[in-house]
T-cell receptor, first 115, second 116 residues
Framework: AQSVSQHNHHVILSEAASLELGCNYS??????LFWYVQYPGQHLQLLLK??????LVKGIKGFEAEFIKSKFSFNLRKPSVQWSDTAEYFC?????????????FGGGTRVLVKP | GAVVSQHPSRVICKSGTSVKIECRSL??????MFWYRQFPKQSLMLMAT?????????EQGVEKDKFLINHASLTLSTLTVTSAHPEDSSFYIC????????????FGPGTRLTVL
């Protein structure tokens, strides 16, 4: 079975600081990778996704993520955060070919950006 | 595009009653929808996969007789929590899979269920 781990449960940083959130997964086969964001009081929104091709993926709102196959990682980055990036971020993995295309979520990382 | 709605957004009910939650894909058709449960300050846990025109597939540990899922059309799936108890209080979230988009799931806003 696949599993996803996010290393940081909480991150606090100031505006303009750089952000990197770690995500590692365990699955021996081919995967689709996602980062979702949940702003306070809102529903999950897709930030970016990786299926194939260039391992550096650019998403919305200035976020990007890099898939490193050898490390089973898909870390999320943003060079300069804003107060509005305060949210919870979830990494998710979909093992290709698995019955039902199920997403497995990491535990989430709460990010607080101080103005 | 790819908007998913849920209704109701919030429901309070007495113990022993049943509650139905609707999930709709508003601008696309979804042969597959998913139901998740999210406890406070925790991640999403998949409950079941809802397939249009067939029976849902439940995750291990999820009671299929308690959480009834019906996917009657390509834009609607319903989750009925039968004989709800306080321990069923939670945030229920659905998602719909957009075919042709690499199996990307788009999420609804969730339904907060409180069982008294």
């Amino acid at each position: 079975a696949q599993s996803v781990s996010q290393h940081n449960h909480h991150v606090i940083l100031s505006e303009a600081a750089s952000l990197e959130l770690g995500c590692n997964y365990s699955y021996g086969g081919t995967v689709n990778l996602f980062w979702y964001v949940q702003y306070p009081g809102q529903h999950l929104q897709l930030l970016l996704k990786y299926f194939s091709g260039d391992p550096l993926v650019k998403g919305i709102k200035g976020f990007e993520a890099e898939f490193i196959k050898s490390k089973f990682s898909f870390n999320l980055r943003k060079p300069s955060v804003q107060w509005s990036d305060t949210a919870e971020y979830f990494c998710a993995v979909n093992a290709r070919g698995a019955a039902g295309n199920k997403l497995t979520f990491g535990g989430g990382t709460r990010v607080l950006v101080k103005p | 595009g790819a908007v998913v709605s849920q209704h109701p957004s919030r429901v309070i009910c007495k113990s022993g009653t049943s509650v139905k939650i609707e999930c709709r894909s508003l601008d696309f058709q979804a042969t597959t929808m998913f139901w998740y449960r999210q406890f406070p300050k925790q991640s999403l846990m998949l409950m079941a996969t809802s397939n249009e025109g067939s029976k849902a597939t439940y995750e291990q540990g999820v009671e299929k007789d308690k959480f009834l899922i019906n996917h009657a059309s390509l834009t609607l799936s319903t989750l009925t929590v039968t004989s709800a108890h306080p321990e069923d209080s939670s945030f229920y979230i659905c998602s719909a899979e957009l075919a042709g988009a690499g199996d990307t799931q788009y999420f609804g806003p969730g339904t907060r269920l409180t069982v008294l």
